[in-house]
């Protein structure tokens, strides 16, 4: 086994203790993140080292730290707009330190194509915004014919925040199995 695939199965392990941490208490901590991305760099690093010297060596680190940047882009942007929390953006930018940009962005398609199609629905009808979104379409119906005094107000469900990690493990998994990675 190179060295590399150790990044894979420390990127795994990582995924897995991140995964239960957030479903027992709904926070991945800065420590399992960051030390991460800090194996991550230390991985690459040797890996570049042993293969090609000190050249292989900030080959490697340059690589990490692409993928730290690149990974944690999209995350960041979700970050800032209070559709994703900070654990999980640095989470990402860990999967990026350990796996490179490649794979790092394979684990964020695979990680957002699940919450899409079944983390998404599933909130929705567990959280009944369905059935609010189509009582909301009736009151809009109604609510245009009716004189403005007597129009109803919009009702809305305030949907609890999502516990990505467990997402972003499923995403990695499918990932490192679309690519052969993991048996």
Do not use: Y
Not at 58 to 69: A, H, R, T
Not at 86 to 115: E, H, N, W
Not at 135 to 146: E, G, P, S, T
């Amino acid at each position: 086994m190179n060295i590399l695939h150790t990044a894979v199965w420390a990127c795994l392990l990582l995924g897995v203790v991140a995964a239960a941490w957030d479903l027992c208490t709904r926070t991945v901590p800065n420590e399992l993140t960051l030390g991460g991305i800090a194996v991550g760099f230390s991985i690459h690093i040797a890996a570049g080292f042993v293969e090609s010297g000190w050249r292989g060596a900030f080959g490697g680190l340059v690589q990490s730290i692409l993928g730290v940047l690149l990974c944690s882009l999209v995350p960041v942007i979700s970050f800032a707009r209070g559709e994703m929390g900070g654990g999980d953006v640095k989470l990402f930018a860990a999967i990026g330190a350990l796996c490179g940009p490649s794979l790092g962005f394979d684990v964020q398609a695979c990680t957002f194509l699940v919450t899409l199609g079944v983390v998404l629905p599933w909130r929705l009808l567990r959280h009944g915004a369905i059935a609010a979104t189509a009582r909301n379409a009736v009151i809009v119906l109604r609510n245009a014919f009716v004189r403005e005094s007597r129009r109803l107000p919009l009702g809305c469900v305030k949907l609890p925040p999502v516990v990505m990690a467990p997402t972003i493990l499923i995403g990695f998994c499918l990932a490192a199995l679309r690519r052969g990675i993991l048996p």
